[in-house]
């Protein structure tokens, strides 16, 4: 079975924090993924990787930044938190194939900004 | 740009009711997929169905089924005779390519699917 991974389940953190929500996948699979997900608006994509060390900004990519030095892990990274990134982070990855695929997801990381 | 629509927000039923969560989406592309995924309470995402834009059949999976119209680009769920587990979050998504073999998904808002026993 295809296991995505992330480091916490829940996390508080302070205002101006520096916060790495970590993800990783054994699956071997080439794209990842970290969404967002708030109430009312779905999950938005915050920034995806198709190969390591690359990275491509999603639909809100604004105070956050991400790492993929190894295939296997993909980083996100809110350089200073603030309260409006409250929110589930889900992180997916999914596998290189023509057309679409499904993407698997992670159990999400629940992050409070105070 | 992509675009998926779940005008439906929030549905309750009693159960065994049967119950249609309905999906819309734009797209210039054609070939795509769609997806289905469920959410339940303990907040991972689970994948149910996969669908490419050349295979307009309709799916069952036992009382699950699924209704892809691509005169109307729809891509309906059905739950028949539904039950308290169904409780959960049903998202509807469309894969973009976005070079050679990447595609990334766009989902849409999400439906609040309560079932009361």
């Known amino acids: 079975d295809v296991k995505v991974t992330q480091s916490s389940r829940y996390l508080v953190k302070r205002t101006g924090e520096k916060v790495f929500l970590e993800c990783v996948q054994d699956?071997?699979?080439?794209?990842m993924f970290w969404y967002r997900q708030d109430p009312g608006l779905g999950l938005r994509l915050i920034y995806f990787s198709y190969d390591v060390k690359m990275k491509e900004k999603g639909d809100i990519p604004e105070g956050y930044s991400v790492s993929r030095e190894k295939k296997e892990r993909f980083s996100l990274i809110l350089e200073s938190a603030s309260t409006n990134q409250t929110s589930m982070y889900l992180c997916?990855?999914?596998?290189?194939?023509?057309?679409?695929?499904?993407?698997?997801f992670g159990q999400g990381t629940r992050l409070t900004v105070v | 740009a992509q675009k998926v629509t779940q005008a439906q927000t929030e549905i309750s039923v009693v159960e065994k009711e049967d119950v249609t969560l309905d999906c819309v989406y734009e797209?210039?592309?054609?070939?795509?997929?769609l997806f289905w995924y469920k959410q339940p309470p303990s907040g991972e995402l689970v994948f149910l169905i996969r669908?490419?834009?050349?295979?307009?059949q309709n799916e069952i999976s036992g009382r699950y089924s699924w209704n892809f119209q691509k005169s109307t680009s729809s891509f309906n769920f059905t739950i028949t005779a539904s039950q308290v587990v169904d409780s959960a979050v049903y998202f509807c998504?469309?894969?973009?390519?976005?070079?050679?073999?990447?595609?990334?998904?766009?989902f849409g808002k999400g439906i609040t699917l309560s079932v009361r026993p």
């Open positions: 998504a469309l894969s973009e390519v976005y070079t050679g073999a990447n595609s990334k998904l766009t």
């Open positions: 669908r490419n834009s050349f295979d307009e």
């Open positions: 997916a990855s999914s596998p290189r194939r023509q057309g679409g695929t499904e993407a698997f």
């Open positions: 797209t210039r592309d054609t070939t795509y997929y």
């Open positions: 699956m071997d699979h080439e794209n």
